[in-house]
T-cell receptor
Framework: DGGITQSPKYLFRKEGQNVTLSCEQNLNHDAMYWYRQDPGQGLRLIYYSQIVNDFQKGDIAEGYSVSREKKESFPLTVTSAQKNPTAFYLC????????????FGPGTRLTVL | SQQGEEDPQALSIQEGENATMNCSYKTSINNLQWYRQNSGRGLVHLILIRSNEREKHSGRLRVTLDTSKKSSSLLITASRAADTASYFCATDRSGGSEKLVFGKGTKLTVNP
């Protein structure tokens, strides 16, 4: 998990509220990603950003929004439009090279009450 | 979309035994990677195998790739209780995409 911090580790939200998950990195990587993981499932891509001030929708972007104003930061907002937001959220960066290896943060577990 | 599909979904073995996990995928790839996830944590990169490689070793890990069958296997030899985790394959598709596509994972339990 070194180099990528996600906060908070646990987050509780009432239905109808927006909530923002933080992701900060000191790896100097250009590309950053947000994934959602449901119990017993793999990772599904929400949004990704290949460079500052640019981002693209992933496979399940509806109900989420992001910004990429700084290289180090890629916050994810879970909006009230997301119908089933309870999940484990993982932020990752990409080390460009022959392998395109991704580095992951420790994750944020979001529970909607 | 889920490109990689691992099997089995769950595997339980005794310490000292070998564990084999398989991954199948659907499209052409640049490389295939294996990641490990301890419960409630982020993923950690284990090993990468390029599309022109057939086998790769790293410590107790052995990865094979068969591009004609679009499949890969991860072998962990002489397993330890500390190997208990979920293991995911991820494919880096041909065409320069910087997106990895992850499978659903194999949950490995190594009993002491």
């Amino acid at each position: 998990d070194g180099g990528i911090t996600q906060s908070p580790k646990y987050l509780f939200r009432k239905e109808g509220q927006n909530v923002t998950l933080s992701c900060e990195q000191n790896l100097n990587h250009d590309a950053m990603y947000w994934y959602r993981q449901d119990p017993g499932q793999g990772l599904r891509l929400i949004y990704y950003s290949q460079i500052v001030n640019d981002f693209q929708k992933g496979d399940i972007a509806e109900g989420y929004s992001v910004s990429r104003e700084k290289k180090e930061s890629f916050p994810l907002t879970v909006t009230s439009a997301q119908k089933n937001p309870t999940a484990f959220y993982l932020c990752a960066t990409l080390q460009r090279g022959p392998g395109n290896e991704q580095f992951f943060g420790p994750g944020t577990r979001l529970t909607v009450l | 979309s889920q490109q990689g599909e691992e099997d089995p979904q769950a595997l339980s073995i005794q310490e000292g035994e070998n564990a084999t996990m398989n991954c199948s995928y659907k499209t052409s790839i640049n490389n295939l990677q294996w990641y490990r996830q301890n419960s409630g944590r982020g993923l950690v990169h284990l090993i990468l195998i390029r599309s022109n490689e057939r086998e790769k070793h790293s410590g107790r890990l052995r990865v094979t790739l068969d591009t004609s069958k679009k499949s890969s296997s991860l072998l962990i030899t002489a397993s330890r209780a500390a190997d208990t985790a979920s293991y995911f394959c991820a494919t880096d598709r041909s065409g320069g995409s910087e997106k990895l596509v992850f499978g659903k994972g194999t949950k490995l339990t190594v009993n002491p």
